[in-house]
């Protein structure tokens, strides 16, 4: 089986950074997209940034120039740089990766949510 587990989240300022990070385990064959997706009290589960296993990335509108997805295969972990925070990006913040357990068999997973509080 495979985990998620996030890092990271926190209280922080208006105008303030935070680094979310994403670690894979368990047992499985590759990696494919992962990103980071948020849900606020009331709203549904909105994409904030995926990154496909070859790099290339896609950001909300809402949060471009702001927000910067990475990934380190090695370490099989993704990281959010978030920069320029605002109140409404006052969410819980949930890692998720589309997981190829074998050759034929992917599955999509999701961590267990890490909350960011953008509050002065």
């Known amino acids: 089986q495979v985990q998620l587990v996030e890092s990271g989240g926190g209280l922080v300022q208006p105008g303030g950074s935070l680094r979310l990070s994403c670690a894979a385990s368990g047992i499985f064959f590759s990696i494919d997209t992962m990103g980071w997706y948020r849900q606020a009290p009331g709203k549904q589960r909105e994409l904030v940034a995926r990154?496909?296993?070859?790099?290339?990335?896609n950001y909300a509108d809402s949060v471009k120039g702001r927000f910067t997805i990475s990934r380190d295969n090695a370490k099989k972990t993704i990281y959010l740089q978030m920069n320029s925070l605002e109140p409404e990006d006052t969410a819980v913040y949930y890692c998720?990766?589309?997981?190829?357990?074998?050759?034929?068999?992917?599955?999509?997973?999701w961590g267990q949510g890490t909350q960011v509080t953008v509050s002065s």
């Open positions: 998720n990766a589309d997981v190829r357990l074998q050759i034929l068999d992917r599955q999509l997973y």
């Open positions: 990154i496909t296993s070859g790099g290339a990335t």
